[in-house]
């Protein structure tokens, strides 16, 4: 069976060792620079080479997940999904935070799942994805159930109602058109077709809208963002941006990191890194 890229949890993959970016190190969100309780491996300038990816604490985890269960709330406000409102704890079927080291490195925080949708949080630590609950059981229904004449496809509706739930969760559909190709199909797993063809005389109506690298082909998987939606509802099975630049929302900020992780951390010194020694050329 076909693998959906959009499961209810993450799959990472834990780094050993790595030079680590700041953490959103940024004059709005300075709040989330690495407080001292974090244990790391700094170099003689005392500049941070490494956190643990696996480091975190139970409070990190609980204030992680009451953040992004709030920016959830939101979401599912904004694109007027059938969710109880606000969405809580209690609503939740599923929940992945990553560990505090992880999402140092990688600025990604995890994702929650209700009965409804999953809500992903995995770009610079802003909302990324949102995706229908059972959404292999929900496209399987509708390819039972709805066979239109191909003389009723179209591409204009669909890309109205893609680029009006981007716009609706804040994302810069206007930068999407002008750095991607944008392509509406429907999905040709559910009609038994390659993405971007047609079958001979009927189909589901099952779109997907996908602004994707320029010049690459329907099943090239480089592109920026994706929308499937199932037409005749006008429901929303999926949807996701994959880089940061296009997501004009604010990121989750924590104002209390130093509480969630007291005390003073163990600061082991390495060799300090010269950057000022340019690299040897390598081989031709």
Known sequence: MKKRLFASSLIYIFLLSSQVE????????SAQELPAGVPRIVDTNGVVEY?????????????????ITEEGSKVARELEL???IPIVKANLT????????YTYLRRSLGNITTSNYWYNHKCDFKFSDVSINKLDQRCR??????QLPIKQFETNSPYQLATQWLTAVHMDVSGLNRDYDVRVAIDGYWNGVPMGDLPEKKFTPIYVVSWLTKGQPHYSAGGGASVELFLPTKTLLRLSVDDSKYILRPPIVFTNLSELFPGKGTITTNWPIDTTTPPRPGPN
């Open 22 to 29: 700041s953490f959103a190190k940024t004059s709005e969100n």
């Open 94 to 101: 599923h929940a992945f935070i990553a560990p505090f080291g």
């Open 82 to 84: 059938p969710e109880s």
């Open 51 to 67: 956190v643990d990816t696996m480091y975190t604490t139970k409070a990190y985890q609980e204030e992680c997940l009451r953040l």
């Open 141 to 146: 229904e509708y390819m039972d159930k709805y």
